[in-house]
């Protein structure tokens, strides 16, 4: 699917994959918005960032992040990292920037092409 801007993107992701209680990490992005997005359907987005930005849940090397294995229901990948899957419950959906094969979704946003696995 095409999309003009990021934040449709993200409302058909959360449309698509989150239910209410759901716990999500947000890597790499913060806008109020997307946690709007997420707190209407009744979930808890987490936020976080490597570098000192406001309003991030939580500052951290991402080699470093301090979350339990299997510890969220959706992760949304903004950054060029890749080793977030040990968070994610068994079963449940990771959106990350990049064209990956077997994807089960595939979005794409002012050129840049984002992977649902």
Do not use: R, W
Request: proline share 3%.
């Amino acid at each position: 699917m095409k999309f003009t801007n990021l934040f449709d993107l993200i409302q058909v992701f959360a449309n698509e994959y989150c239910t209410p209680g759901n716990t999500i990490l947000i890597l790499g992005l913060y806008d109020l918005k997307i946690k709007n997005i997420f707190e209407f359907i009744d979930s808890e987005p987490i936020f976080v960032t490597n570098s000192n930005q406001s309003h991030f849940d939580i500052i951290s090397e991402y080699s470093e992040l301090p979350f339990e294995p299997k510890a969220f229901d959706l992760i949304l990948n903004f950054t060029n990292e890749t080793n977030f899957f040990q968070f994610l419950k068994t079963g449940e959906h990771f959106m990350t920037k990049g064209e990956i094969l077997n994807g089960i979704d595939y979005y794409s946003v002012e050129n840049e092409i984002y992977t649902v696995l």
